[in-house]
C-alpha cells in the first residue's frame, strides 16, 4: 500500500520524526518542520523578511558561499544592505569575537545571520551572547547551523534565536534532503513558504 503509506501514514510518521528532533535539539517538535538543506531554510526566512531601503543584516565573511549569494541577491532586489562583517585573525576569545562583531551594529540593524560552526574555517560562534545582545536590541537572529547537530550539544530553547537550521545529514549520518528549520512561535505566522501547495490551507493531506 504505497499511496497508503505516502498520502496518509507519512504525515504521522513525520510528526514523530519531528518530536524526537525536538527532544534531541532542545525545542518543540510543534516548532520544526523538514527541509532539503539549511539553504532553502534560511532561503524561505530570506523571502520572507520585510526589509527595505536603509535597512542592513550583520553577517560575517565566515559564511557559507550559497547562502551569501542569496542575502547579495536579495539585497539587491529590495534596497537593503548585506554586510559580511571582518575580523582580525587570530580571534583568541569569544568576547574578543563578540567585541569586534557588534562594533557592526547600528540603528539599521534589522537582522543577523550567522553561523553556528563556520563551514569553511570551522569555528565555533558565542551565538548564544550574540542572541542575547540581539534579543535586548530589538534585532532578529537567524543562526545557521548545519554543522551543528550531533556534532557538539545543541539546546535551541536555551540559545533563543528567532531563526535556526541544521542539518541532520552531516553528524546525525540521517540520509541526505534531512534538515530541518525552527522558527520562534510568534514569528511563523510572518513565514511565507517557497511553495505553495495543498498544505496551504487547513490540514489536507497534512497539518499545515
Known amino acids: 500500500q504505497p499511496v497508503q503509506f505516502m498520502a496518509v ?3 504521522e510518521h513525520l510528526k514523530h520524526a519531528r518530536d524526537r528532533l525536538g527532544e534531541f535539539i532542545g525545542c518543540s517538535g510543534a516548532h520544526l518542520i523538514f527541509v532539503p538543506n539549511p539553504t532553502t531554510a534560511v532561503n524561505t526566512i530570506i523571502r520572507s523578511l520585510d526589509l527595505g531601503k536603509g535597512d542592513e543584516v550583520l553577517s560575517t565573511n565566515h559564511e557559507y558561499g550559497s547562502l551569501i549569494r542569496a542575502w547579495e541577491l536579495v539585497a539587491e532586489e529590495n534596497g537593503f544592505r548585506f554586510i559580511q562583517q571582518k575580523f582580525p585573525l587570530p580571534l583568541t576569545s569569544h568576547t574578543d569575537f563578540v567585541e569586534y562583531f557588534w562594533e557592526g551594529v547600528n540603528i539599521n540593524t534589522k537582522v543577523i545571520f550567522l553561523s553556528h560552526i563556520t563551514s569553511a574555517t570551522g569555528l565555533i560562534f558565542p551565538v548564544e551572547e550574540i542572541c542575547k545582545l ?3 536590541a530589538g534585532i532578529m537572529t537567524i543562526i545557521d547551523g ?3 547537530p ?3 550539544p545543541l539546546n535551541i530553547n536555551e540559545l533563543d534565536p528567532d531563526v535556526y537550521t541544521g542539518a541532520c545529514h552531516k553528524w546525525l549520518s540521517a540520509p ?3 534538515s530541518f528549520l525552527y522558527v520562534k512561535k510568534d514569528l511563523q505566522p510572518s513565514i511565507k513558504p517557497l511553495i ?3 498544505g496551504e490551507a487547513g490540514d489536507d493531506p497534512g497539518p499545515s
Do not use: E, L, M, Q
Open 9 to 11: 501514514d507519512v504525515y
Open 134 to 136: 540581539a534579543r535586548s
Open 146 to 148: 548545519a554543522h551543528v
Open 150 to 152: 550531533g556534532h557538539i
Open 176 to 178: 541526505k534532503g534531512s
Open 196 to 198: 505553495i501547495s495543498w
